[in-house]
């Protein structure tokens, strides 16, 4: 990895910065009174990614069984979630979305999608074509 150069002193630090205000300003844009934060991020995992275990979300999210435990209940008890078993393995129990959660968790991202889109139709389109290969060259470490 190539280190910062004289002009980009601390690339990283900014980077981590502006992703992590970015992150705080998306868990703005959602229905006031809502879930919280782990809840609703296991929520959106959930409808993005289908059914998953709890060991699977556990993981995933880099929390105990027990911390996950919780947001499902969470999840559960308020009708966005379902316990279900799993077809590969009916031993297993897998949570996945219900018609309520799947709303939840669609308005939250278009409201995201909207207030993020806005501001980017205000930028040139030189500086959306930076972001286009910023946003690429982020999966890419994201991935690595």
Do not use: C
């Not at 992590?20 to 006031?32: C, D, I, K, S, V």
């Not at 279900?84 to 393995?89: I, L």
């Not at 995201?112 to 501001?119: F, G, M, P, Q, V």
């Not at 389109?125 to 060259?137: G, N």
């Amino acid at each position: 990895m190539e280190q910062d150069t004289p002009e980009e002193p601390d690339l990283g630090d900014r980077l981590r910065s502006a992703i992590g205000r970015l992150y705080r300003r998306f868990r703005t844009e959602r229905q006031p009174g809502s879930l919280g934060d782990a809840a609703f991020d296991v929520l959106t995992y959930l409808h993005k990614r289908g059914p998953r275990s709890l060991t699977d979300l556990s993981e995933q999210a880099g929390v105990s069984p027990a911390s996950m435990s919780q947001s499902v209940n969470r999840l559960t008890s308020a009708g966005y979630a379902v316990r279900g078993p799993d077809p590969a393995d009916r031993r297993k129990v897998l949570f996945g979305v219900t018609a309520s959660g799947r709303e939840l968790a669609g308005a939250a991202r278009a409201r995201r999608n909207a207030w993020l889109d806005e501001r980017l139709n205000a930028l040139s389109a030189e500086d959306r074509a930076v972001l286009a290969r910023a946003a690429q060259l982020l999966d890419d470490i994201a991935e690595s």
